[in-house]
């Protein structure tokens, strides 16, 4: 079966600010064509803003934190918990490590401090476009690779009873839940015991089943979720070494950087002068 032409979807993205002098400024001096946004919402509160995502399509959230009311960083957790995987970046007139903390927990891809340029805020929604468009591409590649596999009929009936088998289906729902404890909780002190715990497994046991899903070990992925995390505060913000280390769950700045290096072949200090030149 030939594979359709795969088109990138439309981005739209929402700007919410209770300024509204910020959001005329911002909906209206960015080169939105330029960097390939289609449609332009603002919204004066987060009520405003929870109405429009009702409404439409929204890709990318550029959302003030300190709002009167419910503020930012509540909505954002409130649209995560809803299965929203908004792009979101953050505008604050604060620069505060607890404000970064719990915007790196609701998965923001950047943090932006007010007074802003209109230079560096056009860069980070440049980025956060081009995380849109991959993100669909890779729905698109699911998609259609689903339909291959679907329409294929070589498929042995042996193999056809394992992937549906309960013991597997079990499996992939533990190592499912795994995940997803470890994307929720990688900031904390957590252990393999937490993470067994959580998904009704033996510690022994998860291990077994994660690695032959994943192809390594529990622990291994929670590392790699904080080394992502990691080479994201170092490239976009001005946070020191240690301030990153424990923002991403390391309490030892010497362990971080030796498991940083091992991970991207750089420190954090080389990795963040290479991105920052």
């Known amino acids: 079966m030939p594979f359709a032409r795969m088109e990138m979807n439309k981005v739209n993205i929402l700007i919410v600010d209770d300024n509204i002098s910020t959001l005329t400024t911002l909906s209206g001096s960015v080169d939105w064509k330029s960097?390939?946004?289609?449609?332009?919402?603002?919204?004066?509160?987060?009520?405003?803003?929870?109405?429009?995502?009702?409404k439409y399509s929204i890709d990318i959230l550029l959302c003030d934190i300190e709002m009167p009311?419910?503020?930012?960083?509540?909505?954002?957790?409130?649209?995560?918990?809803?299965?929203?995987?908004?792009?979101?970046?953050?505008?604050?007139?604060?620069?505060e490590f607890e404000?970064?903390?719990?915007?790196?927990?609701?998965?923001?891809?950047?943090?932006?401090?007010k007074p802003y340029s209109l230079k560096d805020v056009t860069e980070k929604l440049r980025s956060a476009v081009q995380l849109c468009k991959e993100r669909s591409?890779?729905?698109?590649?699911?998609?259609?690779?689903?339909?291959?596999?679907?329409?294929q009929e070589t498929l042995s009936e042996s193999s056809r009873q394992k992937l549906v088998s309960p013991e597997s289906d079990a499996e992939h729902q533990g190592v499912h839940k795994a995940k997803e404890y470890m994307k929720d909780h990688y900031t904390e002190q957590i252990t393999l015991n937490d993470i067994a715990a959580y998904t009704s497994y033996?510690?022994?046991?998860?291990?077994?089943?994660?690695k032959r899903h994943e192809g390594i070990p529990p622990l291994d992925y929670l590392t790699g979720i904080r080394i992502r995390?990691?080479?994201?505060?170092?490239?976009?913000?001005?946070?020191?070494?240690g301030d990153v280390a424990m923002m991403v769950g390391f309490q030892n700045i010497s362990y971080f950087n030796k498991i940083f290096k091992k991970n991207t072949g750089q420190t954090p200090r080389e990795y963040k002068s290479s991105v920052r030149t």
């Open 202 to 210: 033996n510690p022994s046991y998860l291990s077994t089943i994660f």
């Open 35 to 54: 960097i390939k946004v289609d449609e332009v919402y603002t919204a004066q509160s987060v009520e405003e803003a929870l109405e429009t995502f009702r």
């Open 229 to 241: 995390q990691a080479r994201i505060l170092l490239a976009c913000n001005d946070f020191s070494i």
């Open 69 to 95: 009311g419910t503020d930012g960083l509540t909505m954002v957790r409130r649209l995560r918990k809803e299965g929203n995987q908004v792009v979101c970046i953050f505008l604050t007139a604060h620069a």
């Open 137 to 151: 591409q890779n729905s698109s590649y699911i998609k259609y690779g689903k339909l291959w596999v679907d329409s």
């Open 99 to 113: 404000y970064a903390r719990q915007a790196i927990e609701v998965n923001s891809i950047d943090y932006i401090l």
